[in-house]
Every structure is written in C-alpha cells, then in structure tokens.
C-alpha cells in the first residue's frame, strides 16, 4: 500500500504549458456590459447547469416539448396510483369472474361489476392509505420542481431568443453545432465567463460532461465494481437506472460527495496525506445509502413492477416478440462511449451500429432451442387454428370458460417461439458483421479479432447488447440488488475512487476541475500501442486509458468539431495519422496491397456499408445512374441516395446542397471540409484523390464531397478513422511481439547448424540490432531491410527502422 501511494501524483492540465495557452488566459478578465444590450447573461455562476439546460433545450425540441413532457409525467404518476388503488379497492372480482352473479336472468353490466367511488372511498385499506399518503407527498415535490423548471426553461427560452437570435421555428433546422458556434459569439460579447476572453468548444463540452466524464473514465479503468462472477452463471455485467442513480449521487452531487460544486473538487481530495481518512468517510457514506435503499425497497419494487406492468403490457400483447429484441445497456452505453462525446453524438454512432450488432447476434442459434420451438409451435398454433375455426363457425364458442384465454396464449406462445427459430435461407458471416459494428461503436477488445465466431465473444458482446426483456428483468430486480452492491462491493473500492479523484483531476482556467482523461492528453494518457511511441515513457500503465480510448476520442472530437485547435503534441499526434494514412496510399500500387492498413481499412469500410465509396476512390469516376449512398450490407450505412440530379448526358454528380428538418441529431457541422483521415489522405492536386494518382489515371476523378451526402460523409469518416486505427494498433502490437520472440531467441544459445552446414571460426553471428547493413556466410546473406512503423508522437512517419532478413544460400 505504501508504494501504491508514492507512485501517485496530481496531473496538471497540459494548458498550463504556455505555449498551449490562450493569450491573457490566467488573467482575471472584469467585463462591463454596456446598457443599451442585455445584461443578464454576464458572469453566469453556474455556466455546467446552464450550458446543460442549453443543449437539453436543443435536444428536447424547446421550451413547449420540455414543459408538455413535465406535466404528461406528473398526470401519468397520478393515472398509475389512482388505477392501482382503484384496481385493488374498487371492483367486485366475485362479479366480475361470474363466481356471483346478482341477476341470472341477464348479463352482469359493468356498474354492477364495480364498487361505487363513495363507498370504495370510504372503506380503503390502512396499507393502501399510508401508500397514498407517501406518494402524494413525492408527488408533490415533483410539483414543486416543475414548477421550478418552468422559470429555468423560460430562462433558457429567452436565452435562446434574445442572446443566440434563435427562434422557436429555427430550432428544429439548427445541429447542436451551429448553437455551440452563437454560443461561443455570446461569450465574445457579453463575458458569460469572466475567466476567459474566448470558450473553446472542448470548454462547452467540459462543463456539460464533467462528471460524465468521469464515469465513463471509471468504467474504462474497470475501477467501478460492475462484473460479478455467478457459479453457474460466468461473468454478468449489472448497471440499472437506479445503480446509476445512486452512484452518481454519491459521486457527484450528492451532500457527501467528493465535489463542493459542480466545478470544484473538495480541497481534501486533493491531498494524499488524507486519503485514507477519506476512504473511511466515503465507506461509511455508501454504508448508509446502501441503509437507505433497503428500507425504501418495498416502495420503490412496488413503483417498478406497476410501472413495468402498465408501460409493457399492451406491447407484449399487440407485439408478442419484442422483449425477444435487443438493446444497448447502460453499461455498454458507458463503455463504447468516447470522452467529451455527448448523447446525441453517441445515440447517432449506437443506432448505426444497431442492424448489424442485432445480425451478429442472430447468427448464433441453439439447435436445441430451435427443434424445442418449433414442436412448441406446432403444438399452440394447432390449438390456436381449431379455436379460431370454432369462433368463425359460432361465436358463442368465446362464452365457454377460459377459452378466450386459451386463444390468446397460445397466439402468445406461437409469436414467441417464432422468434426463436432462424431464417433457414440467411447465411451471416460473424468476422464480417463484427468488422461492421467496429466501424460503428470504434471499441473492441483485442482478444475479438479473428474469434467473432466463437460463443466467448459472442457472450462478451450480450454485455454490451442485451436483450429487452433481460433489461427489464434487471431493473425490476434493482431495488434488491442496488443496495447489496452498495454495501458489499462499492465500499470495497472507497480508497481506489478517492486515488482516482486526486490522480485524475486537473484544473482547467474558466472550467474548473476536471477529469485529467477528458483533456485527451495523448502524451499523459496515450498507450503506446495505439500511439506508435518506441522510446520509454515514464507513464505507466496506471496513467494509460485503455483500449485506445484516449486516442480514439480524439480523433472523434476532432471530426464533429473541426474548427477546434488541439494542443501541439495532440495536434501533431493527428498529423502524423494523416502522414501515415496519406504514404500508404503511394504504396497502394505496390504488389503487397493486402497488407496495407489503409486498403485493408477501406475494405472493411465498404463491408460497412458504404462500397461506392471505396470504387468511387479506387476508380475515380461514378456513372449517372451510380448508388451513392448504399444500403446497409450486411448491416450499417444508410439508405441509397440515387443521383438523379446529375446533368443530362454527363457523368459528373451534382453536390449536394444542405439538409434540412429535424437535424438535431446529427454529428458535428452538417457541412464542414473533409479532413479527416479519409479526406486529408485522398486529395491531391486540384481536388483529385491520392489514390488516383497512384493507380493508373483514370478520366474525371471524383473528391468524396462529391459522392456522398455531407451527413453520410461525416459518419463514413468516423467509420474510417476507427477502423484504420484499430489496424495500426494491430500491426503494432504485431510488430512489439515479433519485437519480443526475436529478443527471447537471440538470448538462447543457438548451434551453428542453425546457420548453415558449417559456421567458420570467424564468422560472426548475426545480431537483431544489425551493426552492418549485410553480412555474408557460406551459409546464406544477411541483409537489411526496411519495415514500415506506425507514427509515433517524437518520431517521423516516414522514419524506416532496419530489421534483418535471411536469404538461403543457392543449392
């Protein structure tokens, strides 16, 4: 324990380097607003709520849609308990089941059926009024908050009207970076933040996702207890909304929390020597939610199985199938989720790669749950058709007991084992589908490549997409589970969180402090396999992020936020990516095409669902009736665009123009110039691509501007950079285990036979660092050879290190 508290240290923000930093940043800026303009927006305090209530106005469609949604809430909450208490308290079941039947020369009306309100008011159960009694007072401090947020979303309104010039009708037509970029003119103007002449958008980004932020590095580090071992069961992976809910409240906001503010770590914290004091305070703070949660149980398990009930109850009998279906849990959301990348940019990345991920996943079929279906089948539809023949025949067949029942259950029975049987004609190709999720979701483990088709991965990757009806399985159980992980896991990793805060958190001028992962600072927290650093770096592995996250969200903050300047050695990390990906297209023409990382990446990219891009680039000319836009095969991409605005009788296509509607959504700039990886690495001269200089010329060459929508263009971007990425980091780690065999056997003693027939006296043998350029045996030729690396941040793209390669001698 003790060496585990020497090796820590606070981290600094890397714009404290003062070529980094903004001129007159540390400067305390004193702004006078003038009169004439609206002053209501200088030196806001709390600029994280304010930003957030900015971007939750623009994702929620304005101020009508945010209130309509508070009140629909509020009137739902009083629907579900006054029909609970209705159903329990207020209807002769006796009657209603024909066990009593108070007038047997006619049919039992509904009046008769239920208990009049006078009467069903005044005998309720003293259970059910202590019910009432607590829920109307939560009831009421919901009230009083919506209320509360009416004046803070008409602050918002006005905000949006009077300072950004944006109107109720322009909102729907905005992207959240056209709002970001009059923000950012605000600030210019009216010092809503007085630290700082100017924000940059990674400022906006910090204030909103701060203490997301921060989970999203905990889930990366593996420091939150969220994988439990079952015996019988492996691995499982719980993360509910009420786990969430109490996580971020100890964590973040709540009254025990390591935070004073929303932008300020508790003093405490920040000292080492206080850390184990903390740790016991923190434990015992958990200790008691943990209390907490196991006395409100009872209430809250109630809430969620009415809740349950009332919203999937109409759905499962109108869509029998559709807890079969899948979706992205909580912790795959937080898992696949890129630093400073904000909910509408991770929904657009995770819907994407929803076709595919859902084909993935249907490609592993159980045999014994297929020849188990379609017996069952069998069996319910027969029973299904003779009592829909009877009710065709004489609808009096419904009066008989139970068999409307029975009819409905078997019709149940039947959808549900349809789903599980597969499509006898659809043949999947897992590696392939995998590839197509990759491009989409930018994360896997290393230990998935070549093994998509294996049961291990295939479980590992239910973590991330489970099925519905697991999730409401999850969230029904989370009253009981919560307080149990509360108490006997969380508290176990008191001290590592408050290590966590102190390592990982920096002050940032005019933000406050944030966690140290979210400045992406490639030279802090990059991994050298993902990097291409070959020297030795004194950042250990504890300070690394994993599975390239840090590289990654980089590189994805940088496409949807093109006009950000990253700092230097961030900035040169990028360029060398694109020196990289711009020299593997000169060498797409050379003989070894297949082991290029850019052809490879743009192979995979084409299996993603955009094809034409790759022929548009390889050939360098479409026709007039080409697809553009291809449709998702096997999975991913979007809809075909045709180009049927091309010029009669030319074979050039039409740019097209702006997309308009609700565009809130979309990624980044919805037109923006291509630099990405993609981009920078295929435009030559005048506008025509790398690529076509590189294979044989080819008439009218055509930039991806061109070909593609500018929204679909974004995305295949993403798409691209990821996967190109993931292959370097692969021939990386390729190159590093090479690295080390060739080091283990040069250690070993080898036998002269190992060289040839005979090794002389005065031959030497060969070293792996190659002293000479070549050397010359009777057994053979050892010469150097160059071997393309991977960029590094201090190391040239176009640098070529000396490896040794063998030539048998001639027989």
């Known amino acids: ?47 994280d709520d304010f930003f957030t209530r900015v971007y939750q106005y623009h994702q929620r ?58 009467q069903c008011a005044s005998s309720l159960d003293s259970r059910i009024v202590v019910c009432l009694v607590l829920a109307s007072f939560f009831w009421f401090l919901r009230f009083i908050k919506v209320v509360y947020n009416f004046f803070r979303y008409w602050e918002i309104r006005t905000f949006y009207t009077q300072a950004l010039k944006i109107s109720h009708n322009d909102l729907p037509n905005m992207t959240w970076h056209e709002v970001q970029r009059c923000l950012r003119q605000v600030q210019v103007e009216q010092q809503m933040c007085i630290h700082k002449q100017e924000l940059t958008e990674l400022d906006i980004y910090h204030r909103i996702l701060r203490f997301k932020n921060y989970t999203v590095a905990m889930v990366n580090k593996s420091l939150l207890q969220l994988k439990f ?11 509910t909304n009420g786990l969430k809910y109490n996580l971020e409240m100890i964590l973040f906001w709540g009254p025990w929390s390591p935070f004073a503010n929303n932008w300020h770590l508790k003093e405490d914290y920040k000292k080492s020597s206080k850390r184990v004091e903390l740790a016991n305070k923190l434990s015992r703070h958990i200790l008691w939610v943990g209390i907490a949660n196991l006395l409100l149980c009872p209430f809250i398990l109630m809430w969620q199985i009415l809740y349950s009930f009332f919203t999937y109850a109409e759905v499962l009998k109108r869509q029998p199938g559709s807890l079969g279906a899948r979706k992205w849990s909580l912790y795959g959301r937080l898992y696949l989720r890129h630093f400073n990348e904000l909910d509408h940019e991770l929904n657009a990345r995770l819907t994407r790669a929803y076709q595919p991920a859902a084909k993935y996943m249907n490609s592993f079929t159980s045999h014994v749950m297929t020849l188990i279906a379609r017996h069952v089948a069998f069996l319910a539809g027969s029973i299904f058709a003779v009592l829909v023949v009877l009710t065709i025949y004489d609808e009096d067949v419904l009066t008989i007991e139970h068999v409307l029942t029975i009819t409905t259950l078997m019709g149940v029975l039947v959808a549900g084992c349809r789903a599980l049987i597969p499509d006898e004609n659809m043949v999947f190709c897992p590696e392939q589908l995998m590839v197509c999720i990759l491009a989409q979701i930018h994360y896997m483990p290393d230990r998935w490549k070549g093994q998509a088709h294996t049961y291990r991965v295939r479980d590992e990757f239910s973590q991330l997409f489970q099925y519905k009806a ?37 002050d940032v001028v005019g933000v406050g402090d944030v966690c140290s992962f979210a400045q992406m600072d490639i030279k802090r927290h990059g991994n050298p396999q993902w990097t291409g650093e070959k020297q030795q770096t004194d950042v250990s592995q504890y300070h690394q992020a994993e599975d390239g996250k840090t590289e990654l969200s980089l590189m994805h903050f940088t496409l949807t936020n093109p006009t950000w300047q990253p700092p230097r050695h961030c900035n040169k990390f990028i ?39 790759m022929t548009s680039l390889m050939v360098g000319r479409l026709g007039p009736d080409a697809t553009l836009v291809p449709q998702r095969e096997p999975g991913g991409g979007a809809e075909p665009l045709q180009q049927g605005n091309a010029q009669p009788g030319t074979n050039a296509p039409v740019r097209y123009g702006l997309v308009r509607g609700d565009i809130s959504s979309i990624e980044g700039p919805i037109q923006a110039p291509n630099t990405g990886l993609l981009g920078s690495s295929t435009m030559g ?40 990425m993931h292959q370097l980091h692969q021939t990386q780690t390729h190159h590093d285990h090479q690295d080390q065999e060739a080091q283990r056997a040069w250690r070993q003693p080898t036998s002269p036979a190992f060289y040839g027939t005979t090794t002389p006296a005065n031959q030497q043998r060969p070293s792996p660092g190659g002293v000479e350029d070549s050397r010359t045996s009777e057994a053979g030729q050892w010469h150097s050879v160059g071997s393309t690396t991977m960029p590094g941040i201090d190391e040239a793209p176009s640098e070529e290190t000396d490896t040794l390669s063998y030539t048998p001698p001639n027989v």
């Open 1 to 47: 324990m003790a060496q585990l508290e020497t090796s820590y240290r606070r981290l600094d923000s890397f714009y404290d380097e003062e070529m980094d930093s903004p001129p007159n940043e540390r400067e305390l800026l004193v702004h006078a607003v003038d009169s004439n303009k609206a002053h209501r927006w200088n030196h806001i305090e709390n600029l």
């Open 470 to 506: 697991v999730f409401l399985l999850e969230e029904l159980l989370s009253p009981i589970i919560t307080p149990l992980i509360l108490i006997f896991s969380l508290r176990s990793k008191a001290l590592d969180i408050v290590d966590f805060f102190r390592n990982f958190t920096v």
């Open 575 to 613: 360029n060398h990516l694109k020196e990289q990906a711009h020299k593997d297209v000169n060498m797409l023409n050379s003989a070894v095409m297949v082991d290029n990382p850019f052809f490879q990446s743009l192979q995979s990219l084409s299996s993603a669902g955009y094809p034409s891009m």
């Open 229 to 239: 071992q079952l015996p019988g069961m492996g691995e499982l992976v719980f993360l």
């Open 61 to 118: 469609h304005g101020f009508l849609c945010m209130m309509l949604a508070e009140i629909l809430e509020l009137l739902q909450f009083i629907f579900v308990l006054l029909f609970t208490t209705f159903l329990l308290q207020c209807v002769h079941y006796d009657v209603l089941f024909g066990d009593k039947n108070p007038h047997p020369d006619r049919k039992v009306t509904l009046p008769e059926a239920l208990v009049p309100l006078d």
């Open 685 to 724: 001269p005048r506008g025509s691509t790398s690529i076509n200089h590189a294979l044989p010329p080819t008439p009218e060459p055509v930039s991806l501007q061109e070909t593609m929508a500018p929204t679909e263009l974004m995305a295949a971007e993403m798409s691209f950079s990821a996967l190109y």
